[in-house]
């Protein structure tokens, strides 16, 4: 595991005794007690996932715009203040070269943060489109720390941390300020249903802010909280994983990320395709499905409708806040409706599953 | 990590404890830690043959599944069912309630080719990288 890539926390999950595993050429912590015991800590009360691995590229000058709006499906114009966007960002073809947050810092400068695996072939990509615009594009990955602070009792953990008024930051806000005296983007996003915060920071500064938030948070109940529960939270929660729901050539609609492609807003790239997509209508559609028969429904594991195979599992797992087998799966359009039987062909043997709504699970309001 | 004595070991993680022309087969608890949360198991019937090398089940953790492998030959004459409703067993139990099958040995030698304690001690090591 010589050539996988480190965060800067990698010291502290191994002195944690946290089970170190490959993902997307970084080595990273999957757990750190157990999955499950994690998961439900972040459901209950809270947990901090060390992020650090994601990527962080900036676009900045007087066509930063102009070029986020090309490379992105949703609309950037929405991207002002202090509100972030969610968007795919499409091949000409409509598949996806990666999803992502789109942070506006001001006048010509945008900050976006990617998927780990994707930060080179996403850097090489936007450089590509960026010839004839008047901008400069950096990686600062590996400069940039990430956490993730996620679960009902975020917010009161990282409020004596901070001057900065964290309860009037809405969902999908940011706002900049100190956390423990290290300079923080702070921002009201996450990637496991629960309200919680994500703070980028100087790498440097890593191993202090991850210490001194675990030490405030403890009283609290704050764990840290590792790959494995990260995915079973999204999961649940029914957001999507790159190389998973999304990729080359699986398509944002196909995704059901309908609201995220703003065909409105002018030209962009995939536009062409995605718009022949919504006309004809989409060839495939993700679904949710949760077993009725035991087992589990793993990636790639073929679905069935009466006997035909119809599709196959894009993520599935154990959901354990449901206590329920749980799957998305990428079906072809039209064959099976919501509260519809299926089959999932596990390992060979065919085992029932129901078609259910999005998301699995939902934050209780307050 | 515990392995006790009197047990014998498979290069593949699983135990055997033998009782005259029986054995008694589980993972051990350096499989079970590797895998983590367990959460489904797929048992074999009572009266399958098996060979030695034959993979006889599926032991399912959070993140993924793995076969189980008949460490020696024989007819399968008991299984745990209770498993099935318990995975979780196997992490907190994994030589008394975490146990999987018993089987009738086609080949009672067999048993000879198996790690002792010690010779298995070393091999979890050599994996581990220590």
């Known amino acids: ?366 | 990590m515990n392995f006790p004595a009197h047990l014998h070991y498979s290069k593949d993680h699983e135990w055997v404890e033998v009782d005259g022309n029986r054995a008694r087969i589980g993972i051990t608890d350096y499989a079970q830690e590797s895998l983590g949360d367990i959460v489904f198991v797929e048992l074999p019937q009572v009266g399958d043959e098996l060979a030695t090398g034959d993979s006889f089940g599926v032991v399912e953790s959070v993140k993924s599944a793995s076969d189980v492998y008949a460490p020696v030959g024989g007819k399968v004459v008991a299984v745990n069912e209770a498993l099935l409703d318990a995975p979780q067993d196997i992490n907190a139990d994994p030589y008394g309630k975490g146990w999987m099958i018993e089987l009738e040995l086609s080949d009672p030698s067999e048993v000879e080719s198996l790690m002792d304690a010690s010779a298995y001690l070393e091999l979890v090591k050599e994996e581990k990288g220590e």
């Not at chain 1, 949703?74 to 947050?101: K, Q």
């Not at chain 1, 948070?217 to 790159?242: M, Q, S, W």
């Not at chain 1, 089959?343 to 999005?358: D, F, P, W």
Request: proline content about 5%; some cysteine.
């Open chain 1, 1 to 366: 595991m010589a050539d996988l890539k480190k965060t800067p926390l990698y010291g502290e999950h191994v002195a944690a005794g946290a089970k170190m595993v490959e993902f997307g050429g970084w080595l990273m912590p999957v757990q750190y007690s157990s999955i499950i015991e994690e998961h439900q800590r972040v459901r209950n009360c809270a947990g901090l996932f060390d992020v650090s691995h994601m990527g962080e590229i900036t676009i900045k000058g007087p066509d930063a715009l102009a070029l986020v709006q090309k490379l992105l499906t949703n609309d950037a114009d929405r991207a002002t203040g202090d509100r972030v966007i969610y968007s795919p960002m499409c091949y000409p073809d409509g598949g996806v070269v990666d999803d992502l947050l789109v942070y506006p810092r001001g006048e010509g400068e945008y900050l976006l943060v990617v998927n780990a695996g994707n930060i080179d072939k996403d850097f090489a990509w936007i450089q590509e489109n960026a010839s004839g615009f008047r901008v400069e594009v950096s990686n600062i990955s590996a400069a940039t720390a990430q956490l993730a602070l996620q679960g009902p009792r975020a917010l009161e953990i990282l409020r004596p941390l901070t001057r900065v008024d964290l309860a009037s930051l809405g969902y999908y806000r940011w706002t900049e300020g100190q956390v423990l005296g290290v300079h923080c983007l702070i921002s009201r996003t996450g990637y496991t249903g629960e309200d919680g915060f994500e703070l980028y920071f100087e790498a440097a500064a890593a191993p202090t802010m991850w210490r001194n938030i675990l030490a405030a948070g403890r009283e609290a109940g704050l764990v840290p909280a590792g790959l494995g529960a990260r995915d079973t939270l999204r999961l649940e929660a029914a957001l999507p994983l790159y190389g998973h729901e999304l990729g080359p050539d699986i398509s944002p609609l196909e995704a059901g990320l309908h609201r995220f492609v703003r065909l409105e807003k002018g030209e962009f790239n995939g536009r062409e395709a995605l718009a022949a997509q919504r006309e004809a209508g989409v060839r495939r559609q993700l679904v949710g499905l949760t077993m009725i028969d035991r087992g589990i429904p793993r990636p790639e594991y073929p679905v069935l409708a009466a006997g035909k195979e119809i599709g196959y599992v894009t993520s599935g797992s154990l959901a354990p806040t449901l206590g329920q087998n749980i799957a998305l799966a990428l079906v072809a359009a039209g064959t099976v409706s919501t509260g519809g039987e299926v089959e999932v062909s596990i390992r060979g043997r065919v085992n029932r599953a129901r078609v259910v709504k999005l998301p699995f699970y939902r934050r209780p309001k307050k």
